[in-house]
């Protein structure tokens, strides 16, 4: 049989990556490009939807190239990609109206307090189980209608249509003839009604959002068109959103089955089965993929500062050189460490919910050193995640029996050690810990026939497996003691 291979289109925040894997599922290659970010005004952020675009053809380009693949032996492309930035183009000029807004830009504040107003604070949560939030696309494309020359009476009209990024480039890639997404996408929109699985008429309404400019929702792992490339037509055949996406690369398949990301912020996602589960604890309600005419939520919970608290120690107090010594120094640290660090830099988020929480250090002492510091800080995002976790258990009403890990700081053995103690439950760190690409590979794979969900299991290797070692009642008197720094660090700022 001749060589077959996947491709994944990885479209990110800060830069697109095309990420090459064989039919075995094994990384072959990988190639990146960064592109600009734009800050028009203080709380805006934007991206150039053509130079997303060009970068990712770029990528794609290039890894075909430098690594010799023959344009017929690609059996499928998959998309993941940076959620909720929103684009409304043109679909006759195939031009954006406006920059891309992405999904940190906070400028459409107003218009959620606008929402909450008209009390829609529980439907949304309810139909889309979002909270109301600028994060979220909906409210990004009202801005645009509402600010750009002549848009809103051009949408009426039929002229325009709106995108995820997903949407963005795959309508491209089909030459302007498909316009569709997939239900992780969707459900990032605050639009889509997550029950009934269709776009939701009340909140198009409260926006004032024409519908036809909406695309078609399909399941993540499905045929949606194909890219015509070289005289080849190469099927697009998994789309998902980055996180549920990297939740699919880890194989979380089944119920209860959880990964954490460990990058600039944590990212958990905790598979809930059929039915969408909804939080008493703050944490989202999201579709995780549609697969096999099934669809599969997850609940959701996001640290705001994780690794970006390692990053502080390095650039900020310049006690490490870089963010792989934060293991060397925490581990010349003996016995037990009474500091706790708080790194409520942007406030508290679930389940805590404090925008007025600020950064903060207990429990020095004379002798505390910069290693007590360093290992309080990676402290901080086990003791973080644990907060989400536990909220997910209430919230499901079951014990997580393993977590699976990834990201950057996931790599620090002296974090993953701690995490697994804290927790009380087994750490397994995968070898591929780039699961975003891999999990739209799969959902692409799956789709074409090349591989089946099952296959997917065996070939899931774990790189290490963390067992947890503290004794009962260490581990409860650690966690009353960060509960005790959580709650002294709250309501600092005046409101
Ligand atoms: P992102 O995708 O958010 O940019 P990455 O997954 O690339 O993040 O991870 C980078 C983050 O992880 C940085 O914030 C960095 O401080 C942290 N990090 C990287 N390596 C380590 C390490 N060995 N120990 C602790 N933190 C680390």
Not at 105 to 123: F, G, M, P, Q, V
Not at 269 to 285: A, H, V
Not at 340 to 348: E, I, S
């Amino acid at each position: 049989m001749s060589k077959k291979y996947i491709i994944a289109l990885d479209q990110g925040t800060t830069s697109s990556r095309s990420v090459l894997f064989d039919q075995n599922g094994k990384q072959i290659a990988m190639e990146q490009q960064e592109f600009k970010q734009i800050f028009p005004h203080s709380g805006w952020v934007e991206h150039d939807p053509q130079e997303i675009l060009d970068s990712q053809l770029n990528t794609f380009q290039n890894l075909i190239k430098n690594n010799n693949v023959a344009i017929k032996s690609i059996a499928g492309i998959g998309i993941t990609n940076q959620r909720e930035t929103t684009v409304v183009w043109n679909k006759s000029t195939g031009k954006a109206i406006y920059n891309a807004i992405v999904w940190q830009d906070k400028r459409t504040a107003s218009i959620c307090e606008d929402l909450k107003n008209n009390d829609l604070e529980e439907y949304v949560k309810k139909n889309t189980g979002l909270v109301i939030d600028s994060y979220f696309s909906g409210t990004k494309i009202k801005w645009i209608l509402d600010n750009v020359d002549n848009a809103r009476a051009s949408a009426e009209k039929g002229e325009l249509l709106f995108g995820t990024i997903d949407t963005w480039l795959l309508w491209n890639l089909t030459n302007g003839k498909v316009h569709a997404t997939d239900y992780s996408n969707a459900s990032r929109t605050m639009l889509f009604n997550i029950n009934t699985l269709k776009w939701d008429e009340k909140l198009l309404k409260a926006l004032d959002i024409p519908k036809n400019m909406l695309a078609k929702v399909h399941h993540s792992s499905h045929h949606f068109g194909n890219f015509e490339y070289k005289n080849h037509q190469i099927p697009i055949a998994g789309i998902a959103g980055d996180q549920q996406a990297a939740l699919f690369g880890q194989a979380c398949f089944e119920k209860g089955e959880a990964k954490n990301t460990y990058g600039t912020g944590c990212f958990l996602l905790m598979n809930t089965g059929t039915k969408p589960q909804y939080s008493k604890n703050g944490l989202l309600t999201t579709i995780a993929w549609g697969i096999d005419n099934k669809v599969y939520y997850a609940l959701e919970g996001s640290v705001f500062i994780a690794g970006a608290a390692i990053q502080w120690l390095r650039d900020g107090l310049q006690i490490i050189d870089t963010a792989e010594e934060s293991e060397t120094i925490a581990k010349q640290l003996t016995g037990d460490n009474p500091v706790y660090v708080v790194p409520a830099f942007a406030g508290l988020g679930a389940p805590y919910w404090d925008m007025y929480a600020r950064g903060a250090i207990f429990g020095l002492t004379r002798d505390t050193g910069k290693e007590h510091l360093v290992k309080a800080t990676l402290d901080s995002l086990a003791y973080q995640s644990k907060d989400l976790i536990n909220a997910m258990q209430e919230d499901c009403n079951t014990q997580l029996t393993s977590l699976t890990v990834d990201g950057g700081a996931s790599a620090n053995n002296v974090l993953m050690q701690f995490q697994a103690d804290i927790l009380n439950c087994t750490v397994n760190r995968p070898k591929n810990t780039e699961s975003t690409a891999l999990g739209a590979a799969y959902l692409a794979g799956i789709s074409v026939g090349l591989w089946k969900q099952n296959d997917i299991l065996k070939t899931k290797t774990i790189e290490h497996t963390f067992t947890p070692e503290m004794e009962n009642t260490k581990r409860e008197k650690l966690y009353k003691g960060w509960q005790k720094a959580v709650k002294r660090s709250m309501n600092w700022e005046d409101e």
